[in-house]
């Protein structure tokens, strides 16, 4: 006993004493993990806990934990008196509770308790038949505390037998549902009875007893008979808490919730909501909802009220078409609505939220029972959520991924799908609605005093980006300007709004401007107001870099999307604006990052080519933005090379490494060799090219430009088509990250070579021919290091790296340009290739992989097999290829139940067929040695060589199937 206690002492090293050396601690826990184990140690610990007057409230708790850890290991190996032991201890600490012996703390009595239902797993009801009444009757001697415990006990027990969060096997599934008969046949009552007592004795004394109680009566209701709840004894006194106790009126809320949330068919819901009068009292529970400062409360009233609209609305569902029962349901449904408004426009987002899933849920009820729905009902519904939209006054639009604000957007994202449905149902009316908000919310006379605020303009314009995403055709051709889109940006664009500097102003102008642009096609002269926004103090120079950095974006889509070929007039101006924020240099991320100046270009680019621009001055227009940004590359470039200061280099590489991803947004709008050849651009991108391949020449700065490069030869790829390959080899040779080099970076080129390879197909053979081999080199430089087993993300690296290069293998072979891999530069490494398409498709875990591997290798076997192509490579079929069309299959990770790994058996089986289809005689030759050398039985045997010849390979995949099968049973 004095070494369990010394060990815990020194274990815990308690405050006040001397503390213990970290060797001390460590002998302290291997004496008590010993000790829990040993055979009779428990013993001592359930002498600590059945008197009150051993030891302090540390050592109990560490009691028991090793009797915890002997009811869950051990319970089967202990005797009748053993357990008998434990029981008593346990017993005789409630006891000791009740008799006011101990006052131990809550964690303490939780561990009790939860120890204690280890213990009633086994023994209720055989054992210990009277488990329940034995606890319940300590309370009658002590009061209060033990009611606290037998209501731990009670969560404790509903814990490990109904919480739905736990996964249970099927025998704990059983196990637990014959205790939950066993208590609702011999102790439910009882226990009914004493929540009932306890709510009637400790209501006004003991508040946060009472809220456990009815927790706890919550939580049983789901699987107890509703008979205990459902009575003349409870619902009154739950509906007198309700109307008296401020403490416990939310806890008695939510439990008549459960109580209509039980698993009951329509009929019996809907008998108790009648009987109860609920609709009613929720209704007058609510009548002061506005003063109400219980939030709580009021939270569980909607939360209520939600779940017996959502239960009439399944039993209108499920009531197969019973005009009787249809209509009751009907009737109780409707007559919930007005407090649903209510609940929903309530000024607590939390309420509101709480009778979300009624809205929904009636919502998907009207577009299901289809018709015309209710016209008023709905045109409630609308006002109360386009109210609901509006931002709180407090709201803080710089932090938006504060929890607070997070929240609330979750939630009006859920109401801008609720208005979507609507919608869905009644356009015409959503539309009138928003149309009217809108009007009231954009009213110049207010904005201009100031009666409307910063947020209630914000909700306006809200109001319109949604009405935009509902209409299929805003700005119909026909009476556009008396279009419910038209009339709501008219009111948009003559309330000034445009050019209001607050964050949610002019965010969301901007999101309208993107969205809705459409209507400056038709009413252009509101082109030069909507451009003024975007580049004056409303957009790029507004005060919150968020504004400015989201600007960037949407002037690209508003340009770029709506008024490209409209904005020639207005370019200068706009050009000159811009000067600011399109220097190449580190001090312009004090405005904007790179990121949002690339933005910035891309809408430069599509101004630029535009058809309201000759294709001349196209051309001129783009050398004289390219060629400053050049010269600006070529006096960065020699500056880094003198530079000493890490620091510097660092700061300049920045900006080095970003001008060629400008000159790729720059040039997005040139998508297509025509366009291209039309602007006559193609020089000064060819220039530019080459001025960044020279660039990559020096190491120093070849790591600041691959990635830069890399994308931008993306782009040269779309709009110059062939055109480009000339200069592809001398790209590619300063862009291979080289022996050792990076894995991304391999991964991007591969990427790229993969791209040009289906792009321009048989067209890139002279190309590849000159690459391929070094690529690889490089790949396996990688692949063949060392690895720690243990290093999982450097394993998923590999994983994804030997991916991309088979992909890029089956590209070629798909794409007629497997004579690289045999070409006269190429063929003393291509048996170094095949080898590792072979080991590919016995890689475990792969399936993906190993389904191209064998795709690849049937190419080979059609093109080279029996053609003396390759040396050596009919051997290698039999000695290599065709082994591994089982073996894959045998792998232990291979999973015959996957789609992806039945993808790659049946490929397998194709490579099979494409070796028979060659040289059959050859193949069942070979296949007579080897399968019976694998065990095969010889019926199996004969059936995979006929398959092989006469079967397709679905029918060939399901014997090699069968035979991976056979091979995996033990002996």
């Not at 099927?170 to 929540?195: F, G, P, Q, V, Y």
């Not at 619902?235 to 806890?251: C, E, H, K, M, Y």
Request: aromatic share 8%; hydrophobic share 45%.
């Amino acid at each position: 006993m004095e070494q369990f206690a010394e060990a815990v002492r020194l274990l815990l090293s308690v405050e006040g004493q001397q503390q213990a050396t970290a060797i001390q601690q460590k002998e302290a826990l291997q004496f008590l993990d010993e000790f829990k184990r040993s055979p009779d140690g428990w013993v001592q610990c359930a002498q600590i806990i059945a008197d009150a007057q051993q030891g302090d409230p540390t050592l109990r708790f560490q009691s028991l934990g090793v009797l915890e850890f002997v009811i869950q290991s051990r319970y089967g190996e202990l005797d009748a008196q053993q357990v008998a032991l434990l029981r008593q201890a346990l017993y005789q600490w409630s006891v000791s509770l009740a008799e006011g012996k101990i006052v131990d703390a809550s964690h303490i009595r939780n561990k009790v308790a939860q120890v204690l239902v280890l213990l009633f797993f086994h023994e209720f009801p055989e054992v210990w038949p009277t488990f329940f009444s034995d606890h319940i009757s300590l309370i009658v001697v002590g009061g209060p505390p033990v009611m606290d415990y037998f209501l731990r006990i009670l969560d404790a027990i509903d814990e490990k037998i109904v919480d739905r969060e736990i996964s249970r096997s099927e025998a704990e599934r059983t196990r637990n549902s014959n205790l939950k008969d066993a208590m609702r046949l011999n102790a439910m009552a009882d226990i009914a009875e004493t929540w009932l007592k306890c709510l009637q004795a400790y209501g006004e004394t003991q508040p946060e007893l009472c809220c456990k109680c009815l927790q706890i009566m919550k939580k049983y209701v789901t699987w107890v008979d509703i008979n205990l709840f459902v009575n003349e004894h409870v619902i009154p006194l739950l509906f007198g808490l309700i109307s008296s106790s401020v403490q416990l009126r939310a806890d008695a809320c939510n439990c008549i919730r459960g109580i209509i949330e039980k698993g009951m068919d329509g009929q019996a819901k809907s008998e108790i909501i009648n009987r109860l009068e609920l609709i009613n009292y929720t209704t007058s529970w609510t009548v002061n909802i506005e003063n109400d400062e219980e939030n709580e409360f009021i939270v569980a009233v909607a939360s209520l009220h939600s779940a017996m609209g959502t239960n009439l609305l399944d039993a209108l569902n499920k009531c197969g078409g019973n005009p009787e029962f249809e209509r009751v349901y009907q009737a109780q449904m409707l007559a919930c609505l007005p407090l649903m408004f209510t609940l929903l426009g309530h000024e607590y987002d939390e309420v509101s939220e709480s009778v979300m899933p009624f809205v929904q849920d009636y919502v998907q009820y009207l577009k299901q029972r289809g018709g015309v729905p209710e016209k008023d009902n709905l045109s409630e519904l609308i006002k109360v959520l386009f109210a609901k939209m509006r931002f709180d006054d407090e709201y803080d639009f710089e932090n938006e991924d504060d929890e607070e604000e997070a929240e609330f957007l979750e939630f009006r994202k859920n109401l801008r799908i609720i208005i979507t449905n609507v919608a869905q149902l009644n356009q015409d009316l959503v539309l009138e609605e928003g149309l009217q908000c809108v009007r009231r919310n954009l009213e110049p006379a207010a904005i201009v005093s100031g009666q409307l605020s910063p947020i209630d303009i914000e909700l306006g314009l809200s109001v319109v980006f949604e009405m935009g995403g509902i209409v299929t055709n805003p700005f119909p051709a026909e009476n556009t300007n008396f279009s419910p889109m038209y009339l709501m940006m008219t009111i948009v664009m003559d309330s000034g709004v445009n050019n209001h500097a607050h964050p949610a102003v002019a965010l969301q102008f901007f999101e309208v401007c993107a969205r809705l642009g459409g209507y400056f096609k038709v009413n252009q002269q509101q082109i030069p107001a909507a451009l003024t926004s975007f580049l004056g103090a409303s957009g790029l120079r507004n005060a919150s870099s968020r504004v400015r950095s989201r600007a960037c974006y949407l002037l690209s889509r508003f340009v770029k999307q709506h008024i490209r070929d409209l904005v020639h007039p207005f370019m200068s101006a706009v050009f000159e604006e811009l000067q600011p924020f399109i220097s190449v240099d580190s001090r312009v991320e004090e405005l904007i990052s790179f990121r949002d100046q690339e933005f910035l270009f891309e809408s430069i680019g599509s101004m630029v080519v535009s058809q309201g621009v000759p294709h001349e001055q196209q051309q001129s227009l783009m050398e004289s933005i390219i060629n400053p940004l050049l010269d600006r590359f070529e006096n960065i470039r020699k500056t880094i090379l003198v530079l000493k200061d890490p620091q510097e280099q660092t700061r300049l590489g920045a900006v080095f490494e970003h001008i060629p991803c400008i000159l790729t947004s720059l040039t997005k709008a040139l998508s297509k060799p025509n366009i291209l050849e039309a602007s006559g651009c193609k020089a000064i991108l060819i220039r530019a090219l080459e001025i960044f391949v020279a660039g990559m020449q020096e190491s120093i700065l070849r790591e600041h430009l691959r990635r830069g490069v890399r994308t931008y030869l993306h782009r040269l790829i779309q709009c110059m088509a062939e055109a480009i390959l000339p200069y592809i080899p001398t790209v590619l040779s300063v862009m291979f990250p080289g022996e050792g080099g990076a894995m991304d970076d391999l991964r991007d080129t591969l990427a790229l070579v993969s791209q040009l390879v289906m792009k321009f197909k048989a067209n890139f053979h002279d190309v590849l021919n000159k690459i391929i081999m070094v690529l690889i080199q490089a790949i396996f430089s990688v692949l063949h290091q060392e690895i720690d087993p243990l290093d999982k993300y450097t394993l998923e690296e590999h994983g994804v790296l030997r991916r991309y290069y088979f992909e890029l293998l089956s590209n070629a072979v798909s794409n007629d340009l497997i004579r690289v891999f045999v070409s006269e530069e190429n063929i003393g490494s291509c048996l170094t290739l095949v080898n590792t398409v072979i080991e590919g498709t016995v890689n475990a875990g792969d399936a993906k992989g190993q389904r191209m591997c064998f795709s690849i290798l049937k190419k080979f076997v059609q093109e080279w097999m029996g053609k003396s192509v390759l040396p050596s490579f009919d051997q290698i079929v039999f000695s290599h290829i065709v082994p591994a069309c089982f073996q894959a299959l045998m792998q232990p990770d291979f999973n015959f139940k996957d789609g992806l790994c039945h993808l790659a058996g049946i490929e397998a089986a194709a490579c099979l067929k494409a070796v028979y289809g060659v040289n059959g005689p050859a193949l069942v030759q070979y296949l007579q040695n080897f399968l019976p050398s694998l065990g095969i039985p010889q019926d199996v045997a004969l059936e995979c060589i006929a398959t092989v010849g006469e079967g397709d390979k679905k029918q060939l995949y399901q014997v090699l199937k069968r035979i991976a099968l056979l091979l995996a049973k033990p002996n």
